[in-house]
DNA sequence: TTGTAAGCGTTATCAC
DNA sequence: GTGATAACGCTTACAA
């Protein structure tokens, strides 16, 4: 690659009047200005970034950490919407994504890695044990670098937050089955270290107790987010509770996994027992039945976290504030009004 | 973040001894070596990344471009599962990824905004127009730039390609229909600009050849890959020619088009008609019915992608050659074998 | 075994 | 308006 050096000597100039002019200062000779110009674009040049960073401390581009742990897949079933919103919205501030991978490292954290790779920002999409409010993320909060974390309550001078209504969409999920007529209601929840498993599940309980039909603990199973676990807490809870005729699951796959298991039970999903799921990934629509479910907006989301964070980056004053998105219930085929033997079942017990 | 030249001063020794140590260089004492490494763990020091790449021509960063123009978003169905791969085997060759965003850069192409960025090597996946033989592609693969594109025939000398084997795939997926009774077969094919598209054509042609079927070319519409065109391709397909079967999609989003339109006209599936679709996508396994398809290993297509890459960014004299991997007939319930009475249908017409 | 110094390609601070 | 020159943080001859 031609280089300014090269740039220079071409048009006769020192490289300082070339990167003048290659970076539109006012105060240069309009035609020096264009024959460096014409130079630049016969040799195809195109700055280095690399160099150009090493001064400016600057780099115009934004970090992102995937997965459950600092180096696991991409695990999420909507990381791609909201990853795509980020990446539209940073690369059009001009900005590009760099995803870590971060192998064999030894000590390195979230913040060490940032700063190795200069990174401008970074936003965090972790799932599982990585949302656990550990040392790492503590230290990242508090190192200055601008972040953005989707679903994970950390804040501070440049570090803010962007997550979904999850309490108000269980609560819009608990109440539409109790608007059909349900009143055992079990719930397969998330997990117990992060604020999205928690929300929905107060969302759940504060609509039973609203409706006054009173929170049973023993119909709460933690599903981990996990087929397998969803599976088991969905079998345990009908053989204990049998008078159960709705189910409420904190995200779709585990609502998958909720209805499978119920049919191998030898239910059927709606007529016997409604279910409703969280999240509105792309296969609610697909599967058999459709799921009714809680919508989260998977594309603000990421446009969201992506503003606030070329916010934090590009001006020294603003002062992030978490976000909170609302979430939406989209009813399809999985739930359906209670039927009267059900009913009577219901009373009885 | 502390520097070399900090450390060197607390150790009281130069620079270059520090530097020496920190990338386990044989000839230092072991006495200055540890006591550097200890002032470098005190310090909680990283290498600056940038500084490094400037001197080393080396990032340890692989780029990617996503989408249908340079730009677009993550379209792809299965684009996250390949990227997922990629990542993960890059990352264990200590690589991270860097996703092009490149918007508003006048004159930039794949090639200048991989030599701005200094990206050691780059993955390809791009979809529609993006797949076109164009002048900014044909520049990347002469450029030098280790490259390896997914499903679009670039070749080398830094240069080749990974697809899934679409030929052997879609000859599997007409042949079942043909196993299955059906002698009328559709094809919605995709589009005219890729291999990848050509191949399904070819082997979708070649099986009703070699089953003395013959081959009616007014079977065939073209869809894109898009919903849209594909339920018009069906609309028209059925109003010339009713006597159609079965039909096979070069896509699984295109084959649910299908299944759609066709029951909008009223006919089922695979009672009425049998449908095969191409990708095996997560949707397929969701959709009612399940749906019959041809699964591409997104996972090794990625793996394979990021193992080639590597091999020609580490290894001066390995030459890279385009790899096609097998594909793979997943039979479910969109198709069932040919009813009597469509039989004769069949033989009437 | 260690230090000096050049250099990577830019930008930025001064003089001129 | 323009040119030296230092600086960014590191690696790497070459010398000592």
Redesign the pocket.
């Known amino acids: 690659?031609?280089?300014?050096?090269e740039?220079?000597q071409r048009a006769?100039?020192?490289?300082?009047?070339?990167?003048?002019?290659?970076?539109n200062?006012?105060?240069?000779?309009p035609?020096?200005?264009e024959k460096i110009l014409q130079i630049a674009k016969e040799l195809n040049?195109?700055?280095?970034a690399?160099?150009?960073s090493?001064?400016?401390?600057k780099t115009y581009t934004i970090g992102v950490f995937f997965g459950n742990k600092m180096n696991s897949g991409f695990d999420h079933p909507f990381f791609l919407d909201v990853i795509s919103a980020v990446r539209e919205v940073a690369g059009n501030a001009g900005y590009d994504l760099l995803v870590f991978t971060n192998k064999n490292k030894e000590r390195a954290t979230y913040t060490t890695l940032c700063r190795e790779r200069s990174v401008d920002g970074v936003v965090l999409l972790l799932t599982g044990e990585g949302k656990r409010r550990t040392e790492p993320l503590v230290e990242l909060q508090n190192s200055g670098i601008p972040c953005i974390a989707i679903d994970i309550p950390l804040i501070g001078e440049k570090t803010a937050y962007v997550e979904s209504d999850n309490y108000a969409g269980a609560k819009l999920a608990v109440q539409h089955l109790i608007d059909l007529g349900h009143r055992r209601i079990a719930f397969i929840g998330g997990d117990e270290i992060s604020k999205t498993s928690y929300d929905r599940l107060r969302g759940y309980q504060d609509t039973l107790m609203e409706n006054r039909i009173g929170f049973d603990p023993t119909l709460i199973r933690l599903g981990y987010f996990s087929k397998e676990k969803a599976a088991l807490g969905t079998r345990e809870l009908m053989a204990n509770k049998p008078d159960i005729t709705a189910f409420f699951a904190a995200s779709d796959e585990m609502a998958f996994s909720v209805i499978k298991t119920l049919r191998d039970l030898g239910k059927r999903v709606p007529d016997d027992i409604s279910v409703v799921g969280f999240d509105d990934i792309k296969e609610a629509e697909f599967f058999e039945p459709r799921l009714t479910t809680v919508r989260q907006d998977k594309y603000q989301l990421g446009s969201e976290a992506a503003r606030m964070l070329l916010n934090i980056i590009e001006n020294p004053d603003y002062q992030p504030t978490p976000v909170t998105l609302p979430s939406q219930l989209i009813i399809r085929q999985s739930t359906a009004v209670l039927q009267k033997r059900f009913r009577q079942e219901g009373e009885d017990s």
Not at 25 to 29: F, I, L
Request: aromatic letters at 8%; charged letters at 15%.
């Open positions: 690659m031609a280089t300014i050096k740039i220079a006769g100039v020192s490289v300082s009047t070339v990167s003048r002019t290659l970076n200062y006012p105060d240069v000779n035609q020096t200005k040049y195109f700055p280095n690399v160099a150009r090493l001064v400016q401390k």
